[in-house]
């Protein structure tokens, strides 16, 4: 029996220092045997100290990731990109092939931690993104299709299923 293809995906964001880190090393940690992960930023900053804080209390080490650029991919196929935050979606080029593009934007953990007061006010911006973006790579492939077919909707689902989640754990 041949062995099937991986699905390749790029998760795409403004500075590839953090929410697309965060996707590309769950992808690869989660559903590694299905997905080949990649991610980048419109314009490459390096990599966030605090994602990689969040990601390694998840048990997930993105420490040896790197931040690139999106002009690395530009001559590569995938079967979906995904852009995790608004800024990315409004630039985000034409891919070659058959790239399916969608959109799943997450909060910018670097921008709510700019007000904290206290290191651990501003890691939980961190974590809670962190664990946002977790349940959607638990969800994939899932998770991509529904958003290829019916952003509108799925953005609704997937807003209703965080709120769900999140009285889950009030109670």
Not at 11 to 16: D, K, S
Not at 77 to 87: A, L, M, Q
């Amino acid at each position: 029996m041949a062995e099937r293809e991986k699905i390749s995906v790029l998760f795409l964001c403004t500075g590839n220092s953090c929410r697309s880190q965060m996707a590309e090393g769950f992808t690869r940690a989660l559903k590694g045997d299905r997905f080949e992960p990649y991610s980048a930023g419109v314009l490459a900053k390096g990599m966030d100290p605090r994602a990689v804080k969040a990601m390694a209390e998840a048990g997930v080490d993105i420490s040896l990731q790197r931040s690139k650029d999106l002009e690395e991919y530009l001559d590569r196929e995938f079967d979906y990109v995904v852009t995790v935050c608004d800024k990315a979606r409004e630039s985000c080029p034409i891919f070659p092939g058959q790239a399916r593009v969608i959109h799943q934007g997450f909060d910018d953990p670097p921008a709510l931690a700019a007000g904290a007061a206290v290191e651990e006010e501003a890691m939980a911006h961190y974590r809670r993104v962190r664990d946002e973006i977790r349940a959607f790579i638990q969800a994939m492939p899932e998770s991509l299709e529904k958003l290829y077919r019916d952003p509108v909707q799925a953005a609704s689902d997937n807003l209703g299923d965080l709120l769900n989640d999140l009285k889950k754990e009030q109670d």
